[in-house]
């Protein structure tokens, strides 16, 4: 599309980011595709911008990669995950927490508000788009270890609320933990305070599907279905 560079920006927790980056051929791939990559977890403090989101549930705000805050266009990766550390799921909303040095999981991790603070990290910024890769799953566990599924299914759009109702509803397919099967998906607290802060559509049947086969159709019945729930 014309962009005169690329850069991969990521923070991994709680594995080494480096040795992810290693683990799963970034190195190799930045040399071959030519772009750059950017560990944040070795950017210094100068590097990151404090942000206080008016009404949020972090103590004194929290620290941003400044790197997002002057991209000209962003786009977000994620997977289709578990989380066993509080979160209940990893989607797009959870994914943000990357953006944030790791110094501050510790009031992530220890506040009763975990879930809405992490949709809070997204209201200092927004993807142009966002790709989530379901075609292996984790349905427990996660974020690292957990028991893997096959989906067989990437979703993309340019909404985050959507795109993590729709991840919710396609763990529920595949038979899932408790915390995530429990209760309508737009009252799961990531996604509800995510809709609070306007970040993107308010109710399921605002979702707009796109597909390509008739595979994919027959999906989005079943998505609609646990939608409706």
């Known amino acids: 599309m014309g962009a005169k560079s690329i850069t991969v920006a990521e923070r991994s927790g709680p594995a080494n980011t480096a040795e992810v980056f290693e683990e799963k051929g970034l190195f190799t791939l930045a040399q071959e595709l030519d772009f750059k990559i950017v560990n944040l977890s070795d950017v210094p403090k100068e590097e990151f911008v404090l942000k206080k989101p008016k009404d949020c549930h972090w103590k004194e705000g929290f620290l941003f990669a400044k790197i997002y805050d002057d991209a000209e266009c962003i786009v977000e990766t994620c997977c289709l ?53 379901g075609v292996i799953t984790f349905v427990d566990g996660g974020p690292m270890h957990g028991t893997r599924e096959e989906a067989n299914v990437f979703v993309a759009g ?34 509800k305070r995510a809709v609070e802060l306007s970040l993107g559509i308010t109710i399921p049947n605002e979702i707009e599907f796109i597909t390509d086969s008739e595979e994919a159709e027959n999906l989005v019945v079943q998505i609609k279905e646990k939608l409706a729930e």
Do not use: C, W
């Open 158 to 191: 340019t909404d985050k609320v959507a795109i993590d109702a729709v991840g919710v509803a396609l763990l529920r397919i595949r038979g899932t933990t408790p915390e995530v099967t429990n209760g309508s998906i737009f009252e799961q607290e990531q996604i």
């Open 81 to 133: 995950k578990t989380h066993m550390y509080g979160g209940h799921f990893t989607l797009s909303l959870k994914n943000a927490v990357g953006l944030v040095p790791r110094e501050y999981m510790d009031e992530l991790h220890s506040s009763r508000h975990q879930r809405k603070m992490i949709a809070e990290i997204n209201s200092v910024f927004k993807p142009d788009l966002i790709i989530m890769d």
